[in-house]
């Protein structure tokens, strides 16, 4: 009987060996799982953490052994099927002679508990999935993160400072590579704009007691929503670089191409109704110029508490905290000045347009890929308490991205609003 | 703990058993197993099929090389349970009453086509089957050991039979069911009973000592945890409201089997491990023995009955449900 019980003991001594290796390997696995994908996500994974794979080894070893279902599938392993739990459990009651007996039957003695060792082929098909779910990953491209959009601290304070930067972010060897890209900045008239703006920055410099209204210059661009703001309140600043800032950005930035919707060029018909509107309105004020003294507030009802309230906070003007309104406010909601205040629906602004899709790029193993951006209203707030609708930069990128803008746009766009916050903060 | 002379005896003895079982009877080999099978096990036995197929023979040949005492109950619509346990008599002589014993009293009893009784004259046997005890007139009788209750019966759907009840039913360990002899087996039926002087019982080769340590041998043999386990699922999936029953369980079966049809798969798994030769219990065995042990244990609802489905295939899907160990 001691005979038998030492065999017992030596092929549970196997299986505590064998459930360790399983253990280990798929520890390390595990953990090599878990490092990549932190890594790919997060960059870096304490080094000291992929030692806790191997301890898998350990605690497979260490753990006990329920020796009954053990040996029925060691049993199964060795070849003998349910003989060995069957003997173990002969062995437990102290049935000798039947234990004798199956001990000849099956050669008990003869068995090779090494052979446990082997993986089972489940053990190896899982192996094998984890390690083609590790090599998936590997060679996945970098996960991008959805981080939220931060203005850059660079002080942008002079013209060479802007300058410096867009050698940076737009190198010309960029553009010499890729001459579309000057073609269609030249076609959107991006180039007089992007002057328009250096030029704002020289004024800026050139009046250093003032308060510069950087963007006074394109209150009456057919895109004035952001201008109208401003009207007429400009500096008074007699340098050229001003008198350049001054400027209207349509005689900056000349005819606008026919394949902008906002162009002169472009019959109203062709347009959204808010695009028309604002175009006609566009045209309305760049014929009345700039001696039109018109102090109409005219509230917008835009969709969205944010717009409530930038309707209802005064206007900042020239003397600071006055309670004039800017110049295109009225004219933006399509009456004459003098004319009572009207409520132009913000919704007209927008469009439905279908998906455009952008720009096509290649991933490894899934092939090329088209992000499309559907445009449309921003949501309705709900109730009088909505709260203000702040669109997510993501969305506003991908919505500007949508739009078709040529390249640099946003760059530009990006700087223009960079001037308009720095004057808020100075202001 | 049992001795390697009581091993060999035991199996010397039921090899014999076997050979002269096999030289009267004509192939039926699955159900002179499960006949062998019950013996080794303690239970009793029903077998099932239409008339004529030597269920009657194959009990008294059983009985006859096995040494021990045989009676036979021709069961019939008229026959009362005082015919079958015995009756308290007047005796003149000491004037008083004498207990007769009824036919029941004996090793091996041939309950004829049992079905065809009264049920009350079935519940008669109720008690000797379970208690292997008759109480009449308020006095209780033991019954020999081995005691033996091979009842055979036609298929319910044939004339002038009636059900047996469940609670009798459940006190049979096992059911076989007689199959028609394939055309090999019906010629060499017809030439042993045309030729010579015919079929003749054969010569006891055994005793009831021998039945008896035989039973001993095959309780020792080990039934591990995970078999054990194996079997209560088996019986646990064949409820209808069983977390374990597969769906065709849970539409057709009204009663699943009792906790008896589990010791059905225990005790027929080791005499089906000892039959074979060998010291130990495979699953094998237990599936083996699921059909035999549970035939009679699984009543089928009204939808199962009307379906057409028989209970072999709902122990089938119970087989393909539960996962071994």
């Known amino acids: 009987m001691e005979v038998f019980q030492r065999e017992f003991r030596r092929i549970l001594r196997w299986g505590r060996l064998r459930r360790g290796l399983r253990f280990g390997i798929f520890g390390v696995l595990a953990v090599a799982t878990i490092s990549l994908v932190v890594r790919r996500i997060f960059g870096s994974f304490p080094p000291e953490l992929t030692a806790l794979g191997s301890g898998g080894f350990f605690v497979g070893i260490a753990l006990p052994l329920a020796p009954e279902r053990f040996l029925l599938r060691a049993g199964k392993r060795l070849g003998v099927g349910e003989a060995l739990l069957g003997a173990w459990e002969l062995a437990r009651r102290g049935e000798t002679v039947l234990l004798e007996k199956l001990a000849e039957v099956v050669e008990l ?35 991008r993160q959805d981080s939220p959009i931060t203005l850059p601290h660079t002080e942008l304070t002079s013209q060479d400072d802007v300058r410096e930067k867009v050698q940076e972010e737009s190198p010309e060897e960029t553009r010499a590579l890729r001459p579309d890209i000057t073609e269609a900045r030249s076609d959107a008239g991006l180039n007089a704009l992007e002057e328009f703006v250096e030029g704002q920055l020289v004024g800026e410099r050139g009046s250093p007691g003032g308060n510069p209204r950087a963007a006074e210059g394109t209150a009456e661009a057919p895109s004035g929503d952001i201008a109208d703001r401003e009207g007429k309140n400009r500096s008074p600043s ?60 005219a509230p917008r009802a835009v969709p969205g508490p944010q717009a409530g309230s930038m309707a209802e906070a005064p206007w900042p003007s020239e003397e600071g905290g006055g309670e004039l309104p800017p110049e295109g406010t009225a004219e933006l909601a399509g009456k004459t000045p003098g004319e009572a205040p009207a409520v132009v629906e913000d919704r007209e602004l927008w469009h439905i347009t279908p998906p455009r899709a952008t720009e096509v790029e290649t991933r490894p193993g899934e092939g090329p890929v088209r992000t499309s951006a559907l445009l449309s209203p921003p949501p309705e707030p709900s109730g009088d308490e909505a709260i203000p609708y702040i669109p997510p930069l993501g969305g506003v990128k991908i919505s500007l991205g949508g739009r078709g803008l040529p390249p640099g746009a946003e760059e530009l766009i990006r700087r223009y609003f960079l001037l308009l916050a720095r004057e808020e903060v100075s202001g | ?45 029903l077998v099932e099929g239409v008339p004529g197929l030597g269920k009657t023979l194959l009990v008294r040949t059983l009985a006859r090389a096995l040494g021990l005492s045989f009676s036979r109950i021709q069961f019939t619509p008229d026959l009362m349970p005082a015919d079958i346990l015995g009756t308290n008599v007047f005796a003149e002589d000491t004037e008083s009453f004498r207990f007769v014993p009824g036919p029941i009293f004996a090793n091996v009893v041939l309950a004829d086509e049992i079905n065809r009784a009264t049920p009350k004259t079935q519940a008669a046997l109720l ?17 020999e050991e081995p005691f033996v209750v091979l009842a055979t019966q036609n ?144 009543i089928l609802n009204f939808r199962g009955e009307a379906e057409g489905i028989t209970v072999k295939e709902i122990l089938q899907e119970v087989v393909r449900s539960v996962p071994p160990p």
Not at chain 1, 109 to 138: D, H, S
Not at chain 1, 269 to 278: F, V
Not at chain 2, 16 to 27: D, F, Q, S, W
């Open chain 1, 109 to 143: 003695r003869e068995l090779r508990p090494p052979r446990l060792l082997i993986p089972e082929k489940p053990e190896l098909a899982v192996m094998a999935g984890i390690l083609a779910f590790l090599l998936a990953i590997y060679l996945l491209p970098p996960i």
């Open chain 1, 238 to 297: 007699g340098s050229p670089a001003s008198q350049q800032a001054r400027k209207e950005p349509s005689e900056v930035m000349g005819p606008a191409p026919p394949s902008l919707p906002l162009a002169e060029g472009t019959p109203p018909e062709d347009l959204s109704p808010g695009a028309a509107g604002r175009l006609g309105e566009a045209k309305s004020s760049a014929s009345e110029g700039e001696g039109n003294e018109v102090k109409v507030f």
């Open chain 2, 1 to 45: 703990m049992i001795t390697e002379k009581e091993l060999t005896q035991a199996q010397e003895a039921f090899t014999k058993l076997r050979e002269a079982i096999a030289a009267v009877i004509v192939g039926q080999e699955r159900v002179v197993e499960i006949a062998l099978w019950t013996l080794l096990s303690g239970g009793h036995l």
């Open chain 2, 127 to 143: 008690e000797a089957m379970q208690e292997r005890q008759v109480t009449v007139g308020g006095k209780t009788h033991p019954l």
């Open chain 2, 155 to 298: 298929p319910i759907e044939m004339e002038g039979t009636y059900p047996l009840p469940e609670a009798q039913v459940d006190r049979f360990l096992f059911k076989a069911e007689v199959s028609f002899p394939d055309k090999g087996e019906l010629v060499e039926i017809l030439r042993r009973n045309t030729e010579g002087e015919g079929i003749t019982l054969p010569d006891p080769v055994m005793n009831p000592g021998d039945v008896l340590l035989a039973r001993r041998v095959v309780g020792a043999y080990p039934v591990s945890g995970p078999l054990m386990d194996y079997a209560a699922r088996l019986i646990l999936a064949t409820h209808p409201n069983g977390l374990a029953a597969p769906e065709a369980v849970r539409r057709y079966v009204q009663y699943g089997a009792s906790p008896r049809g589990a010791l059905a798969l225990v005790f027929g798994a080791k005499a089906r491990a000892f039959l074979a030769g060998r010291y130990h219990v495979t699953m094998d065995d237990i599936r083996d023995i699921l059909e035999p042990a549970l035939l009679h244990r699984i």
